[in-house]
């Protein structure tokens, strides 16, 4: 039922995007409602703090709004356009999950020597993570530990995984900023209203190079002297690996910029149209010869995506439901009290850098990114009031969400790495990470504050 029900959220989303949304968001929102019934005896931790957050603003919406329904109506609906961009992303992974060639271009990456293997896995990093999500840390993580598992030396094997899981957890933030299958460019442009996805990604892609440059230098800086060097191991397969997944890249954002500047489509429209798209495409490419083989391989696909993998991340489509529905109702609810209010004179450029160090700190505990996000948007209801652009607002949120994700010991990225390294999730975040953190904070807060592409 869960399964149906996400995959139907998501259908009925991207017939509204083709001129029949009036009459496909009651629906939506209806479906959202039913899963969200489906989900009460299964909450998370998350999920809960969020839901107790979300009843508070319930409640005082209730007793200051008379609006209130008609509030909480129009932020299920766009919940419902959030968690079907998420399931749609879960096609594309179901889609390319088993390709052979995706875990021959992991094993080029992973095996590469040790004077490009830094810089492999954080731009491979970010090359599997458009297509994979979450799944790109698990896929590479997970070839990591079983080829550094050959190697006698235990102080060397922990030194050169360690280095290796942080160069692909800090290649998938890196992503995280501007990429328009992300989540934190697709949440902020979202809430931060006039802002969109063309006009923060050249600012963005700024703060990847940063993200991208900064871990490659610290990794050089800490790494440990062994003397006498070990032998390299040999790599694994060749360059041309990694074309497909360049191929799938560049049709994923090439198509994204296509819907947005041909149909005029917000980015959020574009990827929940694009992407089953693309996936449905892939999987016909790969079916057998002949109408019947390609129907049945496309049959067995939606059977499988439908019954088996889109349920198993039901908790984490309640979790982005949840975190939407609270934060949109956030901007709602507080952006008119904030705009009538007499807030301090602050320069832009320091709003920038509060808002860059503000989604980390508050990450590390444990308040979700999403909401942090939309509670900027709710304490900014009017950026030019301040001599800023939206876009500039989203650059900054990106920047602070992309730390936080390689930080905040809450994080499924940090938890993922601490798994495969076998450690706890403080130790990645507030160890391994610390510097990474304070030294992009700093950049990244100057970034944002002064950069000329915003």
Same mark, same amino acid.
């Given at each position: 039922?869960?399964?149906? !029900? +996400?995959?139907?959220?998501?259908?009925?989303? =991207?017939?509204?995007?083709?001129?029949?949304?009036?009459?496909?968001?009651?629906?939506?929102?209806?479906?959202?409602?039913?899963?969200?019934?489906?989900? +009460?005896?299964? +909450?998370?931790? #998350?999920?809960?703090?969020?839901?107790?957050?979300?009843? =508070? *603003?319930?409640?005082?919406?209730?007793?200051?709004? #008379?609006?209130?329904?008609?509030?909480?109506?129009?932020?299920?609906?766009?919940?419902?356009?959030?968690?079907?961009? *998420? @399931?749609?992303? !879960?096609? !594309?992974? /179901?889609?390319?999950?088993?390709?052979?060639?995706?875990?021959?271009?992991?094993l080029y990456l992973v095996s590469q020597p040790p004077g490009r293997r830094y810089a492999a896995l954080t731009l491979g990093s970010q090359l599997f993570s458009h297509i994979l999500q979450y799944g790109a840390v698990t896929l590479l993580g997970g070839l990591v530990t079983s080829i550094t598992a050959r190697e006698p030396d235990g102080w060397l094997r922990q030194s050169r995984e360690r280095r290796m899981l942080l160069a692909i957890q800090r290649g998938f933030v890196a992503t995280l900023c501007w990429s328009p299958v992300a989540f934190p460019m697709i949440i902020s442009t979202t809430v931060i209203r006039g802002s969109s996805w063309l006009g /923060?990604?050249?600012?963005?892609?700024?703060?990847? @190079?940063?993200?991208?440059?900064?871990?490659?230098?610290?990794?050089?800086?800490?790494?440990?002297?062994?003397?006498?060097?070990?032998?390299?191991?040999?790599? =694994?397969?060749?360059?041309?690996?990694? *074309?497909?997944?360049?191929?799938?890249?560049?049709?994923?954002?090439?198509?994204?910029?296509?819907?947005? +500047?041909?149909?005029?489509?917000?980015i959020l429209a574009a990827i929940v149209v694009l992407v089953p798209i693309t996936s449905l495409s892939i999987v016909v490419a790969r079916a057998d010869n002949g109408i019947a083989g390609r129907l049945g391989a496309v049959s067995e696909w939606l059977r499988r995506f439908t019954t088996q993998e889109a349920p198993s991340f039901s908790s984490e489509s309640m979790l982005v439901m949840v975190a939407t529905f609270t934060g949109l109702l956030s901007v709602d609810l507080f952006g008119p009290v904030v705009a009538e209010a007499h807030l301090p004179a602050l320069p832009g450029w320091l709003i920038l850098v509060l808002i860059v160090w503000w989604m980390p700190l508050i990450g590390l505990f444990g308040l979700h990114p999403i909401l942090a996000a939309s509670l900027v948007s709710g304490l900014l209801p009017q950026p030019a009031l301040y001599d800023l652009t939206p876009d500039q607002i989203v650059i900054a949120i990106t920047a602070g969400w992309a730390l936080s994700g390689a930080t905040s010991p809450f994080t499924a990225v940090t938890l993922l790495v601490a798994r495969l390294g076998r450690v706890r999730a403080t130790t990645v975040g507030l160890q391994w990470n610390r510097w990474f953190l304070l030294v992009n904070a700093v950049a990244l807060s100057l970034w944002a504050a002064f950069n000329p592409l915003a």
């Open positions: 039922m869960a399964g149906l !029900l +996400l995959v139907a959220t998501m259908f009925v989303v =991207i017939v509204g995007e083709f001129g029949a949304r009036t009459w496909m968001e009651p629906v939506a929102a209806a479906l959202v409602v039913a899963f969200m019934l489906t989900q +009460l005896g299964r +909450l998370s931790f #998350s999920v809960l703090i969020l839901s107790a957050i979300g009843v =508070i *603003f319930v409640a005082f919406g209730t007793l200051t709004r #008379s609006d209130m329904l008609e509030l909480m109506a129009a932020a299920i609906i766009r919940s419902g356009s959030v968690v079907a961009i *998420f @399931v749609s992303l !879960l096609t !594309l992974r /179901s889609a390319v999950n088993d390709i052979p060639g995706i875990v021959r271009s992991g /923060s990604v050249p600012g963005a892609l700024g703060t990847s @190079v940063i993200l991208t440059f900064v871990g490659w230098f610290l990794d050089s800086l800490f790494k440990p002297q062994v003397k006498p060097a070990p032998p390299p191991m040999p790599a =694994i397969g060749r360059v041309a690996d990694l *074309f497909p997944l360049a191929l799938l890249f560049v049709a994923l954002c090439g198509g994204a910029s296509v819907f947005v +500047l041909t149909f005029g489509m917000p």
